[in-house]
């Protein structure tokens, strides 16, 4: 019994370091640790594809590295033009629009729960171009008064402040 089971333990181990060393999850981990998604003590370097090809992303995390579906839909809807999505599944384009939307619940992504993979689009990247959702700013175009705009101009420059600063702060000390 003792052997048998050793045995097996001893297979799933070959087919594991197998399965780490196929292209798709080699193609994948240089991505994901290139952009600062994920952190590996192994140099994916040389196998850099430059795009993320999701079928390849989803094998790699079905079958080795569970982490990767926690980060994927993260991963596209942050570098969408980096992301090749040809073959996606509907699981996957569910969870990409919840996200997208920002929604502040969605459905589960290959097990992996909402709440788990929404954490990623707060990540600071690597690279600093691309900012976390939290931080970025949606264009709005307001018509003001010739009394406001002038009263804008006067506070922007005592503090020297954009005028969306200003009108931001002036929001955050009303609450």
């Known amino acids: 019994m003792k052997k048998l089971l050793v045995e097996k333990i ?6 594991d370091s197998l399965k780490r060393k196929d292209p798709r999850f080699l193609r994948t981990m240089e991505f994901l640790v290139r952009k600062g998604f994920l952190k590996a003590n192994r140099n994916y370097e040389k196998w850099n594809s430059g795009k993320l090809y999701l079928r390849d992303a989803l094998w790699a995390g079905e079958n080795v590295e569970p982490r990767v579906l926690e980060v994927l839909p ?3 809807v942050r570098l969408p033009k980096e992301v090749n999505l040809n073959g996606a599944p509907k699981v996957f384009f569910d969870a990409f629009e919840a996200l997208k939307k920002n929604q502040n619940d969605g459905p589960d992504f290959f097990g992996v729960s909402f709440d788990k993979y929404k954490v990623w689009l707060d990540l600071e990247l690597k690279d600093k171009r691309t900012k976390p959702v939290s931080q970025k700013k949606i264009m709005k175009s307001f018509r003001l008064s010739f009394e406001c705009i002038r009263r804008l101009e006067e506070k922007m420059q005592e503090t020297g402040e954009s005028g969306s600063n200003v009108i931001e702060s002036l929001l955050k000390k009303a609450d």
Do not use: F, I, P
């Not at 001893?10 to 087919?15: D, F, V």
């Open 74 to 76: 993260a991963v596209a």
């Open 10 to 15: 001893r297979k799933q181990a070959e087919l």
